[in-house]
């Protein structure tokens, strides 16, 4: 007997063919008789407006769809946050290396200028000289809370060698070496700001012709990424500042472009405390030099203009044009040879020679040779060894040993008082 079942009416009719190839056993598919098979092999019955997917069974799984998409996306921003952190960090870790080594670069700069003697007599048998960090803070050119180190990814030398010039005046270089991990652009940026006003990378044209020197003083070479400094070209230095000693590739820093005044407005008294005095200068160049009271040269003076002093002792003097009260050379006295000018003295006393363009005296004159291309005026007393002049006037009187030819020689030689002479060539009216 047949058993039939009565549709459901929740069920959609089945159309022709739809079934096919599904066995039927007394008028029913097998698949009714078994629930969960049929739920299984209806897929029509399963979309979202299946009865079955309906309610909190379909939402739950939409919800954890959502919050594992939303965890995969959370996931990947913030690995990408902490990269960029940490990029962010390894980069603010290179611009602070690059900033203790600026530190460190300066302090090594004042070392060679505190010790530059020692320095400069070290360089004249060694083509440079290496310095460590334990070294250049026992010279007390550092600050004591400096770091020793650059940090982890980087290394750093330094050392002194000559700027190259003539006067070989000691220069300071550093280098600094990053490692694989590091950025060298950071350091750079780190440094500059820190103070250098350059830091070459390797084969940098600035400091490059000091290359061979810093290698020598290494004793190895600069790697592929090394970053390195020199004291000519890498410190900043204040273009209008008058700077004591010589700085290297600027020898105009340590030059005067105006008067140094030494006695300030209303200080007239020599004993007035606000006074300063120039006291055992080796050497005085000038262009001009006006000295009231008087001058004390251990060595030479070179006065390119004009010199008036009250009183000048040295060892040679040479000046276009000199005026004094009283001026005593231990050697050689040269007014008008290189550069032609006047002599002007109460008295003059000159053991080695005098030249002169033109010398005027009012007292005395004392001399063991005299040149005079120009005019000799004598007012009181002269005593020489040899005269050779073109003109020569005398008020009183005139003693010599010898003449500096043989004889007293000179187109015109007007004597007013007495001249003493062993002998006289070319003199009429004798």
């Given at each position: 007997?047949?058993?039939?079942?009565?549709?459901?009416?929740?069920?959609?009719?089945?159309?022709?063919?739809?079934?096919?190839?599904?066995?039927?056993?007394?008028?029913?598919?097998?698949?009714?008789?078994?629930?969960?098979?049929?739920?299984?092999?209806?897929?029509?019955?399963?979309?979202?407006?299946?009865?079955?997917?309906?309610?909190?069974?379909?939402?739950?799984?939409?919800?954890?769809?959502?919050?594992?998409?939303?965890?995969?996306l959370a996931g990947v921003a913030l690995a990408a946050h902490y990269e960029?952190?940490?990029?962010?960090?390894?980069?603010?870790?290179?611009?602070?290396?690059?900033?203790?080594?600026?530190?460190?670069?300066?302090?090594?700069?004042?070392?060679?200028?505190?010790?530059?003697?020692?320095?400069?007599?070290?360089?004249?048998?060694?083509?440079?000289?290496?310095?460590?960090?334990a070294r250049l803070s026992a010279l007390g050119a550092a600050p004591p809370?400096?770091?020793?180190?650059?940090?982890?990814?980087?290394?750093?030398?330094?050392?002194?060698?000559?700027?190259?010039?003539?006067?070989?005046?000691?220069?300071?270089?550093?280098?600094?070496?990053?490692?694989?991990?590091?950025?060298?652009?950071?350091?750079?940026?780190?440094?500059?700001?820190?103070?250098?006003?350059?830091?070459?990378?390797?084969?940098?044209?600035?400091?490059?012709?000091?290359?061979?020197?810093?290698?020598?003083?290494?004793?190895?070479?600069?790697?592929?990424?090394?970053?390195?400094?020199?004291?000519?070209?890498?410190?900043?230095?204040?273009?209008?500042?008058?700077?004591?000693?010589?700085?290297?590739?600027?020898?105009?820093?340590?030059?005067?472009?105006?008067?140094?005044?030494?006695?300030?407005?209303?200080?007239?008294?020599?004993?007035?405390?606000?006074?300063?005095?120039?006291?055992?200068?080796?050497?005085?160049?000038?262009?001009?030099?006006?000295?009231?009271?008087?001058?004390?040269?251990?060595?030479?003076?070179?006065?390119?203009?004009?010199?008036?002093?009250?009183?000048?002792?040295?060892?040679?003097?040479?000046?276009?044009?000199?005026?004094?009260?009283?001026?005593?050379?231990?050697?050689?006295?040269?007014?008008?040879?290189?550069?032609?000018?006047?002599?002007?003295?109460?008295?003059?006393?000159?053991?080695?020679?005098?030249?002169?363009?033109?010398?005027?005296?009012?007292?005395?004159?004392?001399?063991?040779?005299?040149?005079?291309?120009?005019?000799?005026?004598?007012?009181?007393?002269?005593?020489?060894?040899?005269?050779?002049?073109?003109?020569?006037?005398?008020?009183?009187?005139?003693?010599?040993?010898?003449?500096?030819?043989?004889?007293?020689?000179?187109?015109?030689?007007?004597?007013?008082?007495?001249?003493?002479?062993?002998?006289?060539?070319?003199?009429?009216?004798?």
């Open positions: 007997m047949t058993h039939m079942r009565e549709r459901n009416p929740r069920m959609p009719k089945r159309r022709r063919g739809a079934w096919q190839g599904v066995h039927v056993y007394q008028g029913v598919p097998l698949y009714q008789g078994v629930p969960l098979l049929g739920r299984l092999m209806r897929p029509r019955l399963m979309g979202p407006r299946s009865p079955y997917c309906r309610g909190r069974h379909g939402r739950g799984a939409g919800a954890l769809l959502g919050t594992m998409l939303l965890a995969v960029t952190r940490a990029a962010e960090r390894t980069q603010a870790l290179d611009r602070a290396a690059g900033r203790v080594f600026a530190a460190w670069v300066q302090a090594a700069h004042r070392a060679t200028q505190v010790h530059a003697d020692a320095f400069e007599t070290a360089l004249e048998t060694q083509v440079g000289i290496a310095l460590t960090v809370d400096l770091p020793g180190r650059p940090g982890r990814n980087a290394a750093m030398a330094f050392g002194v060698i000559s700027d190259g010039s003539a006067d070989r005046t000691p220069m300071a270089f550093g280098v600094l070496e990053p490692d694989a991990a590091s950025r060298p652009s950071a350091m750079r940026e780190g440094a500059l700001e820190a103070g250098l006003a350059a830091l070459a990378p390797s084969g940098g044209p600035l400091m490059d012709a000091h290359r061979p020197a810093i290698e020598a003083a290494l004793g190895r070479s600069l790697g592929p990424d090394a970053l390195w400094v020199t004291a000519d070209r890498g410190i900043r230095y204040r273009e209008r500042a008058l700077h004591r000693r010589a700085q290297p590739g600027r020898p105009w820093l340590n030059r005067m472009e105006t008067a140094l005044e030494m006695a300030p407005p209303r200080a007239a008294d020599p004993a007035d405390p606000a006074r300063r005095s120039i006291r055992d200068a080796g050497a005085v160049d000038a262009q001009a030099a006006e000295i009231g009271a008087g001058v004390t040269v251990g060595k030479d003076a070179d006065i390119g203009g004009r010199a008036d002093a009250a009183g000048v002792r040295a060892e040679t003097v040479e000046a276009g044009d000199l005026a004094g009260a009283a001026l005593r050379v231990t050697a050689d006295l040269i007014v008008g040879s290189a550069v032609t000018g006047a002599l002007r003295a109460g008295s003059v006393t000159a053991t080695g020679g005098l030249e002169a363009a033109n010398l005027r005296t009012t007292g005395v004159l004392d001399a063991a040779a005299l040149s005079a291309a120009g005019d000799v005026a004598i007012q009181g007393g002269a005593a020489v060894q040899g005269i050779a002049g073109e003109t020569l006037g005398i008020a009183q009187a005139l003693g010599a040993r010898r003449t500096a030819a043989g004889g007293v020689y000179g187109p015109d030689a007007t004597i007013s008082g007495l001249l003493t002479v062993g002998s006289c060539a070319g003199c009429e009216g004798q």
